[in-house]
């Protein structure tokens, strides 16, 4: 297990959004942003960073809820003042802790953030900005200018992901992509 200095210079995911302090003894109210419901029930060590900029290591004492929401207590926070100070800020985690609990081989969705989208034929489609979990499972916002589209993280749709070439390749069948382009143009295909 890494030391308490350690964790500064690992490489860190983001795994949560800070959202407020939560009772009178410093904790914090944490939005997940995991692709892995169960990664918050066994923290150990975290950073916290706040929209000025503060970034701090601490340990995690105690885990509450479930969900996309969850309450944690910290040994670095004991006021509700301390905790407010990170309100807006996000809780991150070791990379190696994020993956040892997602499936093996299956990208961590930071590594998905960012990467090209294309099509089966290689034209450009957009870019993947965020990865929503619903009840039906996931789904990929990939955005062209100031729109964008839903793509469901199934294999009928998503052909291939290439973290090295830093691009996804998805299968664009008629409809799915209406709402990227005007008249149903794909780069030089009409649907």
């Known amino acids: 297990m890494k030391g308490p200095t350690d964790i500064m210079e690992a ?4 795994i949560g959004a800070i959202e407020r302090p939560f009772g009178v003894k410093g904790a914090i109210k944490v939005r997940s942003l995991s692709d892995v419901s169960s990664r918050f029930e066994s923290l150990d060590q975290v950073v916290l960073t706040s929209l000025e900029g503060k970034r701090v290591e601490t340990r995690v004492t105690e885990v509450r809820g479930g969900g996309d929401r969850y309450i944690l207590s910290v040994e670095a926070l004991r006021s ?7 309100r807006g800020g996000y809780l991150y985690a070791e990379r190696w802790a994020a993956a040892n ?3 093996p081989d299956a990208p ?7 990467l090209s989208v294309v099509d089966e034929q290689g034209h450009p489609v957009g870019r ?7 009840a039906g499972g996931h789904l990929l916002v990939v955005r ?13 749709f998503v052909a291939q992901v290439d973290l090295a070439s830093r691009q996804v ?15 149903g143009k794909v780069g030089a295909h009409a649907w």
């Open 11 to 14: 490489e860190l995911v983001v």
């Open 80 to 86: 509700p003042e301390e905790a407010g100070a990170f």
């Open 169 to 183: 390749t998805i299968h664009a069948i008629p409809g799915l992509l209406d709402d990227l382009y005007e008249d």
């Open 101 to 103: 609990m997602a499936l």
């Open 108 to 114: 961590l969705q930071c590594d998905l953030i960012g």
């Open 128 to 134: 993947l900005e965020e990865v929503i979990e619903t």
């Open 144 to 156: 062209s200018g100031k729109r964008e589209a839903m793509v469901p993280a199934v294999k009928e």
